[in-house]
């Protein structure tokens, strides 16, 4: 069965303090591996994945994919009350249409 | 910068009524879907629609759910006789290359 699953479940962290959230998967046909910070509602995209060892970065945020340990990692460095939320993993695995499967996610909350 | 929009935002239905939950998804997009999530659970995949019909669904997308795309624009989910057990955040997304975009969603509650 395919699986994305997230660690941890749940954080809290310092302002200013540098989290790592973890993410690994086990898919028949994995073709991307996004991030997502959901907030209040939405899911809002941060990045994708696709090729192994290429960092992306976006401000205080990065991550990379590790395809031969099927997992990737989102840094999240200098962290700001604003950072805190829900961060989803979702593997793009199927053959035809994009279609993703999502992990928990990790809860994320940043005391000031 | 254009964005997915979801009507409505809450909507409360008694079991059994039907329920239409309606979505404007970004206009030069190619790939629609529905998702859902039950509080506290993950985001779950129900069902992907390109070139106006069902491409993929999953296995929570019954004979109780139907999709359509009545007018070009507008992309809806309809729950028939709707459970208790669908409660959930239903999150409309459009793709067009490779990553989604998510509407708002909409809080659906069976009481």
Redesign the interface.
Known sequence: EDKVVQSPLSLVVHEGDTVTLNCSYEVTNFR?L?W?KQEK?????LF?LTSSGIEKKSGRLSSILDKKELSSILNITATQTGDSAIY?C?V?H?S??????????TRLKVLA | EPE?TQTPSHQVTQMGQEVILRCVPISNHL?F?W?RQILG?????LV?F?NNEI??KSEIFDDQFSVERPDGSNFTLKIRSTKLEDSA?Y?CAS?RN????????TRLTVV
């Open positions: 991307s996004l997502y509602k939405a899911p809002t995209f994708m989803l979702a793009d199927s035809g249409t994009y279609k993703y499967i999502f992990g928990t996610g | 997915v790939y879907y998702y659970q993950k985001v779950e995949f992907s390109y491409s993929e955040m999150f793709m490779t990553e989604a975009f998510f509407g708002q969603g």
